[in-house]
Nanobody, 121 residues
Framework: QVQLVESGGGLVRPGGSLRLSCTAS????????MGWYRQAPGKERELVAT???????DYADSVKGRFTISRDNTKNTVYLQMNSLEPEGTAVYYC???????????????WGQGTQVTVSS
C-alpha cells in the first residue's frame, strides 16, 4: 500500500499563488507517475498536471503557463506551483500516484485525501 499526504491548500485572492505538496510513503516502486487532479463543487474530477519519474510533464490546457508541476524523487514528493490563480480554480485538489514494478505491466493507483483551494476576494 501507498499513502499520499498533501499539504499547502488554503484561501488565496485572485491573481495570487499557492504551492501544493504531496509525499508518498509505504511500498514505493521506482516506475511511477505522480500528479494532481481537482474537483470543483458539482463537477467531475479533472486532470490538472502529471509528471513521470523521468520528469516528463503533462498539463490541462486551462493551467498551462500558470501552474508548474515538479518532483523530488529523493523525497517521493510532488509539488504543484500555482500562479495567477483564478476563482475557477476553487476546488479540492487531489494527489494521485500510479506505479508498477520495473518488470511488471500492471499499474497500481492511489489517491490522497484532498486539500481545499479557495480563490476568492
Amino acid at each position: 500500500q501507498v499513502q499520499l499526504v498533501e499539504s499547502g491548500g488554503g484561501l488565496v485572492r485572485p491573481g495570487g499563488s499557492l504551492r501544493l505538496s504531496c509525499t508518498a510513503s509505504g511500498s514505493i516502486f521506482s516506475v511511477n507517475h505522480m500528479g494532481w487532479y481537482r474537483q470543483a463543487p458539482g463537477k467531475e474530477r479533472e486532470l490538472v498536471a502529471t509528471i513521470a519519474n523521468g520528469g516528463s510533464t503533462d498539463y490541462a490546457d486551462s493551467v498551462k503557463g500558470r501552474f508548474t508541476i515538479s518532483r523530488d524523487n529523493t523525497k517521493n514528493t510532488v509539488y504543484l506551483q500555482m500562479n495567477s490563480l483564478e476563482p475557477e480554480g476553487t476546488a479540492v485538489y487531489y494527489c494521485h500516484r500510479k506505479q508498477r514494478r520495473l518488470f511488471d505491466t500492471e499499474w497500481s493507483a492511489y489517491w490522497g485525501q484532498g486539500t481545499q483551494v479557495t480563490v476568492s476576494s
